[in-house]
T-cell receptor
Framework: KAGVTQTPRYLIKTRGQQVTLSCSPISGHRSVSWYQQTPGQGLQFLFEYFSETQRNKGNFPGRFSGRQFSNSRSEMNVSTLELGDSALYLC??????????????FGAGTRLSVL | AQKVTQAQTEISVVEKEDVTLDCVYETRDTTYYLFWYKQPPSGELVFLIRRNSFDEQNEISGRYSWNFQKSTSSFNFTITASQVVDSAVYFCALSEATGYSTLTFGKGTMLLVSP
């Protein structure tokens, strides 16, 4: 069974540009969550999508957005990149329901460097 | 608001030593889940264990064991007879016991196991 796949693995962008990251969840999982990991702030929740709807959102500016498609694949977009957006962006998938299936499985991440 | 504290930033041990990673949490929820994840240098967060707040039984899985004490809001993780392959950053996390998958992470503990 394939795990969570994130593409690309590495990205280098310059300030002011925008970037789109992609995440393919484990087959059957309907929830996709995104997290930002930086040395200073640690792992911070960005947003969660479930059945194509944003169900929860963290405390990030509107430059960070996302969407989920009917096949549960998700994309995350960051517009007008800032130096502080340099981070490892991790995607996680789960069934999205309460109970024993509420475990998030993570991809290997996309490392974004903003120059 | 939920909070997870991992007071140990970095631990260094020699192979075959036992090591305990501490985790203290805060939540107003009466039901919740606690997790441990491992992050090797490759970057992917690997799920290790989930514990329901109703279940305070300690758990042992091979060389890994977990001690959950609701009275002290702690969920500590012990590796017995550590190995070099155990070197990684370990994260403790907390989530609501609902379908929402949002994880609140601690800052992580870097474990270095030397031969």
């Amino acid at each position: 069974k394939a795990g969570v796949t994130q593409t690309p693995r590495y990205l280098i962008k310059t300030r002011g540009q925008q970037v789109t990251l992609s995440c393919s969840p484990i087959s059957g999982h309907r929830s996709v969550s995104w997290y930002q990991q930086t040395p200073g702030q640690g792992l911070q929740f960005l947003f969660e999508y479930f059945s194509e709807t944003q169900r929860n959102k963290g405390n990030f500016p509107g430059r960070f957005s996302g969407r989920q498609f009917s096949n549960s694949r998700s994309e995350m977009n960051v517009s007008t990149l800032e130096l502080g957006d340099s981070a490892l962006y991790l995607c996680a998938s789960s069934w999205g329901t309460s109970g024993n299936k509420n475990i998030q499985y993570f991809g290997a991440g996309t490392r974004l460097s903003v120059l | 608001a939920q909070k997870v504290t991992q007071a140990q930033t970095e631990i260094s041990v020699v192979e075959k030593e036992d090591v305990t990673l501490d985790c203290v949490y805060e939540t107003r929820d009466t039901t919740y889940y606690l997790f441990w994840y491992k992050q090797p240098p490759s970057g992917e967060l690997v799920f290790l264990i989930r514990r329901n707040s109703f279940d305070e039984q300690n758990e042992i899985s091979g060389r890994y064991s977990w001690n959950f004490q609701k009275s002290t809001s702690s969920f500590n993780f012990t590796i017995t007879a550590s190995q070099v392959v155990d070197s990684a950053v370990y994260f403790c996390a907390l989530s609501e016991a609902t379908g929402y998958s949002t994880l609140t992470f601690g800052k992580g503990t870097m474990l270095l196991v030397s031969p």
